[in-house]
């Protein structure tokens, strides 16, 4: 197996985990979107384009999408409907005045993902330069 690949599998699962410890994967939309893709160079971890405010947080001022936050209010919540709409006005209301914080430890979902997960892509590249290393012994020794 391509170890970058598999580097990518394990940051998927560790911020898939992470998030779900956290609860910050209401809707399941953040946490099914994050997919790889391997490069010449290393792998590329992609997710929905309000990743970072869920890792991250949200500043004051900043006017979030009303339709995702319908979608959070009634899987956080359980409240649908005109009210559910009316909540998540008034949580965007909030967001744009105070902004959001990330998580209470203030670490976020990626740095706690990285934490967890950072043995397991050590080995993982131990293993790439490892196995580089036979390769070029064998193809000297040939």
Known sequence: MDRRRRIGEILVEGTRATMETLGRNATGKASDSL?????PDG???YGVDYFKEID????PGTVVDLSNLVEWVAAKLGQRGRRGVRIAYAVRRNIEERGAPKDQSKLG?????FQAVRRDIEDQIDLQASEILTNNISKALA
């Open 35 to 39: 997919r790889i893709e391997v490069v």
């Open 43 to 45: 792998v590329n971890v």
């Open 56 to 59: 991250e947080g949200t500043p």
């Open 109 to 113: 979902v990626l740095s706690k993902t």
